[in-house]
């Protein structure tokens, strides 16, 4: 995003009803906002929002008729393959030397995910909190 420019004043975005027009810099951050969101989305594991892809769409296109925009199209939104989480709390519990109640109470900070009422945790997540243990038992 560029910064404003000395010798053009940052116009406020125009509100008319309910209806609000962006220009220059303004056009530009809600660009980038709704860039944001869709890849935040993304990363979240959801799906792609249609209605933020046009909503780039839409901004991109009045940029570049504005002739204000340095990139003509925006980046295609990146997928990242995700790894569904595969440990039980019974093989967490076993592998952490806990109790299945005290792995059930670790499971959201375990990248942990409530799978059709079952906690589902991540391999490498409690490779790293069994780590950690070993690390507090010999400190």
Not at 10 to 37: D, F, K, S
Not at 68 to 84: G, I, R, S
């Amino acid at each position: 995003m560029t910064s404003p420019q000395p010798d053009r004043p940052l116009v406020a975005p125009i509100i008319a009803g309910t209806a609000v027009v962006l220009t220059g810099e303004w056009l530009e951050a809600a660009l980038q906002a709704v860039l944001i969101a869709a890849r935040g989305r993304t990363l979240n594991g959801l799906p792609n929002s249609a209605t933020h892809l046009e909503l780039a769409k839409a901004f991109t296109t009045a940029m570049s008729a504005a002739r204000q925009c340095d990139v003509a199209e925006p980046e295609p939104l990146q997928h990242y393959p995700q790894q569904q989480p595969t440990v039980t709390i019974r093989d967490a519990a076993q592998q952490l030397n806990l109790s299945h109640r005290q792995t059930q109470r670790l499971a959201p900070k375990l990248a942990g995910k409530l799978i059709a009422g079952r906690w589902l945790l991540d391999q490498d997540a409690v490779n790293e909190h069994k780590k950690g243990q070993k690390w507090t038992e010999t400190a």
